[in-house]
């Protein structure tokens, strides 16, 4: 049985407003798959970019397989995402025209041990956005509070 693996970017949902979601392969080395299934991995600081009508995760971090010999990967290198070129086309289009950016949400291995990558079209907030947000979080622990009391 297969341990999945879940690594969330929590910045993301906080930094940004999330309009529209896809799931991504990725290319990855064999060190690579090994680090992520061990759950050494970081989204937090990534971003997506078009170059040359593919799309690439930028910035990602897969930490080196300890186990691995000299032939490891990049810890930082770029690496290309597997979309259809129909939601290539689509999320270049709107990135170009809409001023929209491409954010890795999570990182996760589906149920035939893959790495896929769900990345988000965002549009950033303002710092009233995030005011709000975090305003709404704390009505809602405090409303879980006093639920949790009466019961």
């Known amino acids: ?5 879940n690594i969330l970017n929590k910045r993301a949902r906080f ?4 309009i529209d979601r896809y799931t991504a392969g990725i290319v990855l080395a ?3 798959i090994k680090s992520i299934r061990l759950g050494k991995a970081s989204i937090a600081e990534s971003f997506c970019e078009f170059q040359n009508n593919e799309l690439f995760a930028i910035n990602t971090n897969i930490e080196q397989y300890t186990y691995s010999t ?3 990967h990049a810890p930082k290198s770029e690496r290309k995402l597997l979309l259809n070129k129909k939601e290539l086309k689509s999320l270049e289009k709107s990135v170009q025209n809409k001023g929209l950016t491409i954010i890795p949400l999570r990182l996760f291995t589906n149920e035939k041990g893959l790495a896929k990558l769900e990345i988000g079209l965002c549009r950033g907030k303002k710092n009233y956005d995030k005011r709000e947000s975090i305003k709404e979080r704390d009505t809602k622990r405090d409303l879980d509070r ?4 009466y019961k």
């Open 146 to 149: 006093i639920k949790k009391v």
């Open 70 to 72: 000299n032939f490891n």
């Open 1 to 5: 049985m297969l341990k999945t693996v």
């Open 15 to 18: 930094d940004y407003e999330i």
């Open 30 to 32: 064999g060190s690579e």
